[in-house]
């Protein structure tokens, strides 16, 4: 039995392995592995765990020989033909629940340096522009009161939710299913896209990516944001159609962005980075020590289970 790796993930994953007395390898560099060297290695794997910077498509499932399980590093897993992986009989796994914590924390720290302008005031203090303290520097928005706009109450949009009611913030959300859950832990409303689009003062994305929510944000959607909110997204870049993000960021009709994840990601448009009411990060949202090593593990046991002829703990 042999198991490959696309990157190297924490010990804990590769421990499993050693315990189970699975034969595993790694991609060793610091680059992602490249597409020849991938289709040559998951010719002969009996497992892959794969990350988020992987196409596993029809060519790559086409070359696996012995493959049972694709175990995606991610929770989202729009990178995989999941279809055509179970069209050949192959599992694929994700790793779920691990994340949500650090995920919606990340969150919470988007609209927080938005709200109160974080980045933009170490910027001015950084160049040496902090001479007096001034009644008028760098004024943001308190969230007290203020409209918090779930899209996508699954886990990720619920915690984000619980931290949002906290900072006394109103909740309405726009999911396919009533979040009974969230309803009573945070008073949150169920709403359609345009009202929430229309009414939150903070709106936070929290969709897996797929072709029903790819550029569900595009223009017409996004010119219903309303005048001075914040969007903020930790899901995928491409549920957003960025140009127009652009446009309503740089004339200011949307208050500022908080962006974790971009359209052609790690490709990140130079236009948003020029922009003073942006805030983003190298796609961080599960990294954390307790959530990478949940990832490792989860990831690893899907593997290991699968390969003992067991059922998978989080299939998709
Ligand atoms: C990260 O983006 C993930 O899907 O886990």
Redesign the pocket.
């Given at each position: 039995m042999k198991v490959f790796v696309t990157r190297e993930i924490p010990d804990i994953g590769f421990e499993l392995f050693k315990k189970a007395k699975i034969n595993f390898e790694w991609h060793k560099k610091d680059s992602p592995v490249s597409r020849r060297q991938l289709l040559i290695n998951v010719k002969e794997c009996d497992g892959l765990i794969c990350l988020?910077t992987e196409r596993i498509d029809r060519e790559v499932i086409d070359t696996m020989k012995n493959c049972r399980i694709i175990s995606?590093?991610?929770?989202?897993?729009n990178n995989i033909d999941v279809d055509y992986a179970k069209s050949k009989n192959i599992i694929v796994t994700?790793?779920p629940d691990v994340?949500t914590e650090s995920?919606a924390d990340l969150t919470m720290a988007l609209v927080l340096a938005c709200a109160r302008r974080i980045s933009e005031g170490e910027k001015y203090l950084k160049d040496g522009k902090y001479k007096s303290w001034k009644p008028k520097l760098l004024v943001g928005m308190e969230l007290r009161n203020k409209m918090f706009g779930i899209l996508g109450a699954g886990r990720i949009g619920t915690a984000v939710s619980l931290r949002a009611k906290a900072f006394g913030t109103k909740i309405i959300y726009r999911s396919l299913n009533k979040n009974l859950s969230l309803e009573e832990q945070t008073g949150a409303k169920k709403v359609d896209l345009n009202f929430l689009l229309r009414h939150s003062d903070i709106l936070s994305v929290h969709l897996p990516l797929n072709e029903h929510t790819y550029h569900l944000l595009n223009k017409q959607k996004l010119q219903l944001l309303k005048k001075n909110s914040i969007i903020i997204n930790?899901?995928?870049g491409e549920i957003i159609e960025e140009q127009y993000l652009i446009e309503l960021l740089k004339t200011g009709k949307v208050r500022a962005a908080g962006l974790d994840?971009f359209e052609n990601e790690p490709y990140v448009n130079p236009a948003l980075l020029k922009l003073q009411n942006v805030v983003v990060l190298p796609?961080l949202?599960?990294a954390t020590v307790e959530a990478r090593n949940g990832?490792a593990e989860l990831a690893a046991k899907n593997v290991i289970r699968v390969l003992q002829g067991k059922r998978p703990l989080t299939p998709v």
């Open positions: 988020l995606n590093f991610a929770v989202g897993y994700n790793t994340l995920t930790t899901a995928r994840v796609h949202g599960s990832m």
